[in-house]
């Protein structure tokens, strides 16, 4: 079945430090895959997707590219903000079975400190 | 704004209670989806709902269930609550199935006490 691994949390930063939160992922056809980001007491917001192999997937100065080869899709950010502080998700979403939710993480638990 | 909408935000009830959720999807969606948030379990999908039918099932427990109406609102039904119910519920919906990101309202807490 279709499954999502990241990185365990949580992550402690510095402000203006660089972000990696790693994603792999299980699927047996050709997956669209996200980002979503948590904020303290609200909802999950799309940060962003990709939706084929080598696509690059970029919103609010974070980046993630789809990488077949590896089946990652790695989350970065170059400078994160103290505002950047939530849980983020990756997911996946399986075309070739058109009927499927999206697969979740269990997400990572980010702090940036001033 | 996601533009789905859940109500109640906030909940709190005794064991052995029935609670009902309530999600209205985002205008033009017809896919709803339930899921449920712990902190030891993370994000797990219950069920999904396309234009009225049942189309997919998850970790859900005999004692819930859910409906989505003509109207395409959907509700999901607790029952013989347990304390470990405990947790966020979400509902997120998207246009069409599969293959596309889902919109997620802010979630409904469940406290059983």
């Known amino acids: 079945g279709n499954s999502v691994t990241q990185m365990e949390g949580p992550v402690t930063l510095s402000e203006e430090a660089f972000l990696t939160i790693n994603c792999t992922y299980t699927?047996?056809?050709?997956?669209?895959l996200f980002w979503y980001v948590q904020y303290p007491g609200e909802g999950l917001q799309l940060l962003l997707k990709?939706?084929?192999?080598?696509d690059k997937g970029s919103n609010k100065g974070f980046e993630a590219t789809y990488r077949k080869e590896t089946t990652s899709f790695h989350l970065e950010k170059g400078s994160v903000q103290v505002s950047d502080s939530a849980v983020y998700f990756c997911?996946?979403?399986?075309?070739?079975?058109?009927?499927?939710?999206?697969?979740f993480g269990k997400g990572t638990r980010l702090s940036v400190i001033a | 704004d996601s533009g789905v909408t859940q109500t109640p935000k906030h909940l709190i009830t005794a064991t052995g209670q029935r609670v009902t959720l309530r999600c209205s999807p985002r205008?033009?969606?017809?896919?709803v989806y339930w899921y449920q948030q712990s902190l030891d379990q993370g994000l797990q999908f219950l069920i999904q709902?396309?234009?009225?039918?049942?189309?997919a099932k998850g970790n859900i427990l005999e004692r819930f269930s859910a409906q989505q109406f003509p109207d395409l609102h959907s509700e999901l039904n607790l029952s013989s609550l347990e304390l470990g119910d405990s947790a966020l519920y979400f509902c997120?919906?998207?246009?069409?199935?599969?293959?596309?990101?889902?919109?997620f309202g802010q979630g409904t807490r469940l406290t059983v006490v």
């Open positions: 997120a919906s998207s246009v069409v199935t599969g293959h596309t990101e889902a919109f």
């Open positions: 699927a047996t056809g050709y997956p669209s």
């Open positions: 990709a939706t084929k192999a080598d």
């Open positions: 997911a996946l979403s399986d075309s070739n079975s058109g009927n499927t939710p999206l697969v």
């Open positions: 205008s033009g969606d017809l896919s």
């Open positions: 709902y396309y234009n009225g039918e049942e189309r």
